[in-house]
C-alpha cells in the first residue's frame, strides 16, 4: 500500500509524519520501521523522532537515507559488494582516461586535461548512472540525434559514450559506484529479513530518480506499506501534464510514485495534512527588506538581529536560521562575523580541502620537482609552514636567495659563500652561518624527496610513496595535530575538524592512487595537476556545535523546519533563484532535444529556477 500524504504548506508536515510513525512504531512494538530522508536530514530527524517519542527513545525506528540503507542490506547479506569509488577515486581514474584517450575525442579532445574538466565528466557520469542510462541507452540517445540533423550532440555524445565505457573497463570489478550500488540495492530487498515486513516512511524530497523510483517499487512488493510526505496544495494537484511551474515537479512525482504502485501491484491512497494550514492560517508574520550596501553589512545587520532577539525576545539561537544565496561567497564572512559577536551557528556546508595547507604543501614540494628546485617552488613550499624554518628566517633566507639567484638544486647542495660587505672593513651583512643552517633544513625537508621525483617521468607509486615519506620526515601530523588544538582553543570548531582529518584524507588519496593506477608513468606536472583535481572533491564536513545554534545554509540542501525567525541574504534576481554557473557538457537545448525524444534526465534550468521558487515558497 503506497500512502502518499499532501499538504499546502511544508511548515509542520515532517512533523506530524514523523509523529505518526511514532504512534504506529509504539501499537507495533514487534515491527520495524524505517524512515528515510535525504543524507544531510538525518540528524535533525533522529532529534524530532527522540523528542516526539513518550521515551525519548527511537527504539524500533531506523533513521536513514537511501545511501545508508543500501549499505546496511549488502552487510546483512554480506554481499560482495566491491569496494565503494568515492568522488576522489573518479576524479582520478577520469584523469587517467582523457589523458590516454584525449586524441580520440572528436569534442572535448582539446579540453581533457584543464582544471575541473574531469569533475564535470565525473557529473555527467554520475547523472546516467542516476538516471539508470547505460551504454545501450546513450547509443540511442546518438541515433536519435542523428534523426534530429544535430552532428554536434552526435559527437558529444560519442565522446561520453567512450570516456564511460573507459571508465567502467578500468573498474573492472574491483569498484563499483555509489550510483550503481542502488540498482544492486533494489535487487537484494526481495531477500532482505531487515526490509521485508518493514513500515516504510519518507520525507524531505522533491523527486526521485529513475534507481530510487525502482526501488520504491520494490519496498513496495515487500512491505506492508509506504509512506510519503509531499508539498502539494490542493488547487495545483493534477496530472502529469500541466504547465511548467513551481509545483510542477511534485506533480510529476505523483504521477510517477502512482505508476510504481501499479508495476508494484499495490493500490495508492492520497490524503492532506490540512490541520497545518489553518494551525498558522491566523498568524501575522512580520517581514521586511533591508537593503545592504554590501555583504560584510548585510551579515552583521543579521548578526544583530539575532542578538537581539537572544537578549530581549527570549529567543533561543536554534529560533534562527538564515539561507545564503551564496554560500561559498558568504561562508567566511558569516563564519568570521558570528565568530566574533560569539553567536554559536552551523553553516551547513562542506569545504573543500584543496587551499588546505597541507594539500598546497603537497602540491609545492611536486612543483619543486616538477621546476628544478626553482626559486618560486622552494618558497612556496617552504611558506606552508610544515618545516622548521618559519617567520624573520625564512625571510632573510628568501631575500639572500633573491640577492644572489640561488635556484637549482645543485646550488642548494653547495655551501652559501657570497656576501655583501658593509662601509666597515671586515664587516659584512649576511650571516652566512646562520643561512648554511637554514639551506640544510631545506635539504633534510625537501632534497630526498627531490632526488627521488625530479627528473623524467615516474610510475605513479613512486611519487606517492616520496610523499608519504616526506609527510613522515617532517612529522606532519604532529604539526596538524598542534594547529588542530589551537583552534580548538579558539572555539573554531570547523577548522580544527578540518585539521584533525585532512592528513589521514590526503593519505588516503595517495593510497588509492598506489592500488588505481601504480605503475602508470606521468611526468611530475601532470601528477601535480591529477592531485590538485583529486584534492578539489575532497570535502570535510561537519556536525552542530550544539543544540542551541544558528543554522546557515543554501535554499535546496539546508532544512529550516522549526525556526521562528528566517533570514535571507542576497535575495535579488541574479543570486536567487540562481542560475548555474556552467551548462555541463549537454546545453539546456541538447537536453531539451532529447528530452522531446524521451529520455529522462536532470531537470533543465528552468525547471530547476521553478524548483528554486518552490523551496523559497
Partial sequence: MLNIYLSDINAGTSERLCAMMVKESLVHPEDSFIFIVPEQSTQQMQR????????????????????????????????????????????????????????????????????????????????????????????????????????????????????????????????????????????????SAMIRGSHIYLDGFTGFTPVQYRLIEELLKYCPDVNIALVLPADYEASENIPLNMFALINKTCFKLGEAAAKAGQDVAKRRFDGNKAAISDRTVENFVYAAPDYLREVEFIAGHILDGVRRKGLRFRDFGVILSDTK??????????????????????????????????????????????????????????????????????????????????????????????????SFFWDLDELNAHRKKVLYALGDFYRDCAGKNRPA???????????????????????????????????????????????????????????????????????????????????????DAVTVGDLTRTRMDNVKVLFMAGLNDTKMPAVKDSPGLLTDRERQLLYEERFELAPLTLEELYTQHFYIY
Avoid at 546513450?138 to 540525434?145: D, N, T
Avoid at 618560486?376 to 613550499?381: A, G, L, T, Y
Avoid at 613522515?472 to 595535530?481: A, D, F, G, P, T
Avoid at 593506477?517 to 592531485?531: E, I, N, T
Fill in 48 to 191: 524530532m523522532t527522540v523528542s516526539l517519542h513518550p521515551s525519548h527513545v527511537v527504539m524500533n525506528i531506523d533513521i536513514t537515507s537511501f545511501d545508508r540503507l543500501a549499505l546496511k542490506v549488502f552487510n546483512e547479506h554480506s554481499a560482495q559488494s566491491c569496494n565503494i569509488l568515492d568522488e576522489t577515486g573518479k576524479v582520478l581514474i577520469l584523469r587517467k582516461i582523457l589523458n590516454a584517450c584525449r586524441n580520440d575525442l572528436s569534442v572535448y579532445g582539446k579540453k581533457a586535461l584543464m582544471p575541473g574538466f574531469a569533475s564535470r565528466v565525473k557529473s555527467v557520469l554520475s547523472e546516467l548512472a542516476q538516471y539508470d542510462v547505460d551504454d545501450n541507452g546513450l547509443f540511442l540517445m546518438q541515433e536519435s540525434a542523428r534523426k534530429r540533423k544535430d552532428p554536434l550532440l552526435y559527437a558529444k555524445l560519442q565522446d561520453i559514450r567512450l570516456i564511460r565505457q573507459e571508465f567502467y573497463r578500468e573498474m573492472g570489478d574491483a569498484y563499483q559506484t555509489s550510483q550503481d550500488l542502488m540498482s544492486a540495492f533494489s535487487k537484494l530487498i526481495k531477500d
Fill in 329 to 426: 561567497g558568504y561562508y567566511r564572512l558569516v563564519k568570521d562575523v558570528f565568530e566574533a559577536a560569539r553567536i554559536p551557528c552551523f553553516i551547513d556546508y562542506k569545504t573543500s580541502l584543496k587551499d588546505n595547507i597541507l594539500a598546497r604543501t603537497v602540491i609545492s614540494a611536486m612543483n619543486a620537482a616538477d621546476g628544478r628546485f626553482s626559486h618560486e617552488s622552494v618558497f612556496s613550499f617552504l611558506k606552508c609552514g610544515m618545516t622548521d624554518i618559519s617567520g624573520d628566517d625564512l625571510n632573510k633566507l628568501e631575500n639572500y636567495c633573491l640577492e644572489f639567484g640561488i635556484k637549482g638544486f645543485s646550488a642548494w647542495e653547495h655551501r652559501f659563500e657570497k656576501n655583501r660587505r658593509l662601509y666597515k672593513e671586515g
Fill in 461 to 547: 607509486r613512486v611519487y606517492c610513496a616520496a610523499l608519504k615519506a616526506l609527510m613522515e620526515k617532517n612529522r606532519i601530523s604532529e604539526k596538524l595535530q598542534a594547529f588542530s588544538e589551537s583552534f580548538r582553543e579558539k572555539e573554531d570548531l570547523s577548522r580544527a575538524k578540518q585539521y584533525e582529518q585532512v592528513y589521514e584524507l590526503i593519505e588516503s588519496v595517495l593510497d588509492q592512487i598506489q592500488v588505481l593506477m601504480p605503475d602508470d608513468s606521468l611526468s611530475q606536472g601532470d601528477f601535480a595537476d591529477m592531485l590538485e583535481g583529486a584534492f578539489t572533491e575532497l570535502k570535510v564536513g561537519i556536525i552542530p556545535p550544539s543544540l
